[in-house]
């Protein structure tokens, strides 16, 4: 399974990668996660149903200093990515 996920709200500045990338190490998800210029947060999450649908339901919160106003969730292809990487700001 492979969901993209877009975050919005006060999303940067809170650890939301790195704590995004905590959860999908411990899950055994592979991905990556990135801000937006936008102001929002984009990941991509590969891996088993179950860790997939549970990392994509922990971003609806995010971390403590986060504060989440809707994420966006779409369904893509797998790409059969291995790793889990925090990526510099998307342009």
Do not use: C, Y
Not at 2 to 10: N, Y
Not at 16 to 33: K, P
Not at 41 to 62: I, L, P, T, Y
């Amino acid at each position: 399974m492979r969901k993209r996920v877009v975050v919005h709200g006060r999303v940067q500045g809170v650890f939301f990668r790195d704590s995004t990338r905590q959860r999908a190490e411990e899950a055994g998800v592979a991905g990556w996660v990135t801000n937006r210029p936008d102001g929002a947060v984009e990941a991509v999450f590969e891996g088993d149903d179950a860790a997939v649908e549970a990392v994509v339901a922990w971003m609806q919160d995010g971390p403590r200093r986060a504060d989440v106003d809707r994420i966006d969730v779409s369904e893509e292809e797998p790409e059969g990515l291995e790793r889990f990487e925090v990526r510099s700001l998307r342009s």
